[in-house]
């Protein structure tokens, strides 16, 4: 009486693993929606106006959109099977005499650039933040949400009960 059952329970299950339907409508390419990449090094410029130390804006070589994302990397190191360990900006550095300082991005769909901000003498931070940095951007394509709805709207959309 076992081996019937379980002979009928894996016919089944086969038989309805291999049932199939329609097919649904075909989807978009498969790249249509990939992240562009580029990197630059460079030295950053102090600004006696801001007192900040800041990048050159940077064009992207490729065509970039208002509603677009921007990530920023800053290369950190080479680890010792040669790969780029990068961190996201903003990113933290706490120095010895107590100052702080931050790697920020500033970016439009034109240009991006990057400053140091935080609490620091200008005049004594090390070259090892200001010269020969690598960033790294990312640009996520991506739209502005078309959905507006009041809260009205939204209660009676998805049928929510108060």
Same mark, same amino acid.
Request: proline fraction near 6%.
């Given at each position: 009486?076992?081996?019937?059952l379980?002979?009928?329970?894996?016919?089944?299950?086969?038989?309805?693993?291999?049932?199939?339907?329609?097919?649904? #409508? *075909?989807?978009p *390419? /498969?790249?249509?929606? =990939? @992240?562009?990449? +580029? $990197?630059?090094?460079?030295? +950053?410029?102090?600004?006696?106006?801001?007192?900040? &130390?800041?990048?050159?804006?940077?064009?992207? *070589?490729? $065509?970039?959109?208002?509603?677009? %994302?921007? =990530?920023?990397?800053? =290369?950190? %190191? !080479?680890?010792?099977? /040669?790969?780029?360990?990068w961190?996201?900006? #903003?990113?933290? +550095? &706490?120095?010895?005499?107590? $100052?702080v !300082?931050? &790697?920020?991005?500033?970016?439009? +769909?034109?240009?991006?650039?990057?400053?140091?901000?935080?609490?620091?003498? *200008?005049?004594?931070? #090390?070259?090892?933040?200001?010269?020969?940095?690598?960033?790294?951007?990312?640009?996520? #394509?991506?739209?502005? %949400?078309?959905?507006?709805?009041?809260?009205? $709207? @939204? !209660?009676?959309?998805?049928?929510?009960?108060?």
């Amino acid at each position: 009486m076992k081996q019937i059952l379980l002979f009928l329970a894996l016919s089944t299950s086969f038989i309805f693993s291999s049932c199939e339907g329609d097919p649904g #409508p *075909p989807g978009p *390419p /498969g790249d249509a929606f =990939l @992240a562009q990449t +580029f $990197e630059v090094t460079t030295t +950053f410029n102090f600004n006696s106006q801001s007192n900040l &130390y800041e990048t050159n804006r940077f064009s992207y *070589p490729f $065509e970039v959109f208002e509603s677009d %994302a921007v =990530l920023a990397y800053r =290369l950190e %190191a !080479i680890d010792e099977d /040669g790969f780029d360990v990068w961190t996201q900006l #903003p990113q933290n +550095f &706490y120095l010895s005499n107590g $100052e702080v !300082i931050q &790697y920020i991005h500033l970016q439009t +769909f034109v240009d991006v650039q990057v400053l140091i901000d935080g609490n620091y003498d *200008p005049q004594t931070l #090390p070259f090892d933040f200001t010269d020969n940095q690598t960033f790294r951007f990312v640009v996520v #394509p991506a739209e502005f %949400a078309d959905a507006r709805m009041s809260m009205d $709207e @939204a !209660i009676e959309t998805f049928n929510i009960q108060l």
